[in-house]
């Protein structure tokens, strides 16, 4: 399948020139300007994830890509990704699909379980079903993908008896993916859905993942399934040189990772493990333009990937330079990656 070079963003809360954090309404409005750059300059997909935690300014991604719809016209638009453990099933696909009407087809969603928790006690929902949430919600809207009268029955919510959801879209469906962490079962998961998989990659050598990318291609076969599209999100920061693309991600990197680490026991991150993840085997592409897409073109060429998304934003990274590294990514290292997956 073509390779498709992608870019997400949890729409980080930025700093701006005084280095004061800026008001959540700037962000949005940021990240919206950051999309439509993208869209200019080649790039094939956004993807805007869904956080409720004051250090993300996204907590509704849909409406935010449908404003870019607005401002764009040929780049894909979804989720990364949306937590349908924590939401409803029957109004995710409500409003993918009017999302998918609004920009003429453009909309996908990444479903996944969410590696923050914040929106399970915001909705009500217990942690304990942690599990159970994601399954049976994830059954019903492989239901709702059909677009047909949906007769549906579980635990977790009241069953459905031959109900119809609107708007229908175009195509007769939306495009999704589930999004996966590195678990066995996630990846069988994926394939007995007969969904395309998104994997995770934000720590170690991605190469690890190589294990993962064969399981899923191998549980499509013995299900029966046809061939799907695998794809990695991974975060990463082009400038100009190796050395200023570090330098300038380091301070913010360190700030985000830092803060996540605490809540999760991890410690403090170090210069040296930031370095170590920058290198050839990490997961974090950084650096000039052909440094960033020689990582990708490995990394794509090695799992057989269909789509490869960088997470741009990172921590309170300013929005200048969120734009920079958009640019160098559409414009020098999409065209370089195509170049040397060609050759490969």
Known sequence: MPLELGLDTFGDVTRGADGTLLPYGKVIRDLVDQAVLADEVGVDFIGVGEHHRDDFAVSAPEVVLAAIAGRTTRIRLGSAVTVLSS????????????????????????????????????????????????????DLFSVLLGEGPVTWSGSIRPGLVNQ???PKTASGSIPTWIGVGGSPESVVRAARFGMPMMLAIIGGDPARFAAYADLYRRALTQLGKPVLPIGVHSPGHIAETDELAREQ????????????????????????????????????????????????????????????????????????????????????????????????
């Open 87 to 138: 939401d409803d099933p029957v109004r995710v696909f409500e409003r993918f699909a009017t999302l998918d009407a609004v920009s003429d087809g453009r909309a996908e969603v990444i479903l996944g379980r969410g590696s923050f928790t914040e929106s399970f006690p915001l909705f009500g929902f217990d942690l304990g079903q942690y599990e159970t949430l994601f399954s049976e919600k994830l």
């Open 164 to 166: 119809q959801v609107y």
């Open 249 to 344: 991600l380091w301070p913010d990197y360190r700030i985000m990772r830092d803060r996540i680490g605490a809540e999760r026991g991890w410690g403090p991150t170090t210069r040296a493990e930031f370095d170590q993840e920058a290198g050839e085997h990490g997961s974090l592409y950084v650096g000039s333009p052909e440094t960033v897409a020689r990582k990708i073109a490995a990394t794509a060429t090695l799992l057989g990937l269909s789509r490869f998304d960088l997470k741009y934003s990172a921590g309170p990274l300013p929005h200048e330079r969120l734009l920079r590294s958009i640019e160098l990514y559409g414009t020098q290292v999409i065209p370089r990656v195509r170049e040397l997956v060609a050759a490969a």
